[in-house]
């Protein structure tokens, strides 16, 4: 329900921040571009669900092949114990756990092609336990917190940005970011486990997310150790490497039994690209009122207002040109990218406001497009409590991401 609230008052603040300009400012062009952006939205939103097609065929297949091979049961076996805790209402040995785990461990790895057709598989296993079937489960919303707090040990795509735009050390936001997605992926946790009733004092619990801040502070231990032009090389070949043995350890299952891989693939990218003409009215839904909101000018206004008011009292407002690319993060991930690159374009991608933008990029995943694209892949109508626990994840994220900024680099 509030997904539809918010939706509506996406065009609502659209029409009034334009009437506004109209009848204060004599701005009449305003309304073509707010028209224009929902053609180009609309258009978008197919091409992104064309460009989804290929890659979804080929990990829905891959998955398909992973699964009658019992690779994906097996990777569900060995997170379990962690998993079982965190989605009690999934049974132990589910296909849906693997699933989850596949897509959780290419979030981390920065893979995000690969990372949403494995989430898509895990949000039909889900819905296979689902007694409701227009109704998000308990499971369902943790495995969307997961993915919209979106912690990722290697942002690539990031540092690739600001290579691109010759920063003098593309890497350096690399550790700011890293602490970002932690903190935004923990508080999420935590706080949907308050409310969802699972024990965080469960000495299992404990001790996986102890080991995960652990992973966490080693991995900044070892980039930190780098020397700075090797730290884009590493984390891209790991990545790389981790995701291409998966693929391996799929074709080796499937050998050993001695399954029809080929048939098995095809059976999988079938599925695959009936999931993705399916999700295509839910992003035309999300990312019409999300373009004619940014057309509006409604989230300049929003910016503008948030600057006075921390200049009024004296605070340190150096972030605040940043504040976009935090504010479009939820809504649009090419949006916030792009005004990432504007400021890098503006300022020089070594400006203090840059790499905040940077950080605040990385801290987190595409709120609105997650929900769109997941719910939307199983017909999830009702999507609970998903919206305000996910925004939570967004603004600890972005918070983070500043105060990390701050902490490297002010």
Not at 73 to 93: A, D, N
Not at 146 to 155: K, V, Y
Not at 282 to 305: C, K, Q
Request: hydrophobic fraction near 55%; glycine fraction near 10%.
């Amino acid at each position: 329900m509030a997904l539809n609230y918010i939706w509506i008052a996406f065009f609502l603040l659209a029409f009034i921040v334009a009437l506004g300009k109209t009848v204060f400012f004599g701005d009449f062009s305003i309304w073509s571009n707010i028209m224009g952006a929902s053609f180009t939205s609309a258009a978008t939103a197919f091409e992104i669900s064309l460009g989804l097609t290929g890659v979804l065929a080929l990990w829905m297949g891959l998955m398909k092949i992973g699964e009658r091979a019992g690779v994906i049961q097996f990777f569900g076996r060995l997170i379990s114990p962690l998993f079982s805790r965190l989605f009690p209402g999934i049974p132990k040995g589910h296909p849906a756990m693997g699933s989850i785990f596949m897509n959780v461990s290419a979030n981390m790895l920065g893979l995000d092609n690969a990372a949403t057709p494995l989430g898509l598989k895990a949000m039909q296993e889900m819905q296979s336990l689902n007694p409701k079937k227009d109704t998000a489960t308990d499971a369902m919303l943790m495995f969307l917190i997961l993915n919209a707090s979106g912690l990722c040990f290697i942002p690539i795509g990031i540092m690739m940005y600001r290579a691109q735009a010759g920063a003098a050390n593309p890497t350096d936001v690399f550790l700011p970011i890293l602490l970002a997605t932690f903190i935004s992926t923990f508080v999420g946790i935590v706080a949907l486990c308050v409310k969802q009733r699972i024990r965080l004092w469960d000495k299992v619990m404990i001790a996986w997310l102890g080991g995960l801040a652990a992973a966490v502070a080693l991995i900044v231990w070892f980039f930190s150790s780098l020397p700075k032009e090797k730290v884009e090389l590493y984390s891209s070949f790991v990545a790389n490497v981790l995701l291409f043995s998966v693929i391996i350890m799929f074709l080796c299952a499937g050998l050993r039994k001695r399954i029809n891989m080929y048939d098995c693939f095809i059976e999988g990218a079938k599925e695959g690209f009936k999931t993705a003409v399916m999700i295509i009215p839910y992003l035309v839904a999300i990312l019409v009122a999300i373009g004619m909101f940014r057309a509006s000018g409604a989230m300049e206004v929003i910016t503008d207002f948030i600057a006075g008011c921390f200049n009024a009292i004296g605070v340190n407002a150096d972030w605040v040109g940043a504040l976009p690319t935090a504010l479009m993060k939820p809504l649009s991930g090419s949006g916030s990218r792009g005004m990432m690159v504007d400021l890098m374009s503006a300022y020089g991608p070594d400006a203090f406001v840059s790499r905040v933008s940077a950080a605040i990029q990385g801290s987190t995943d595409t709120t609105f497009y997650i929900l769109a694209v997941y719910f939307g892949s199983v017909g999830v109508v009702k999507t609970r409590y998903a919206v305000p626990y996910a925004l939570l994840a967004d603004v600890t994220g972005s918070v983070a991401g500043i105060v990390a900024a701050y902490i490297f680099f002010h």
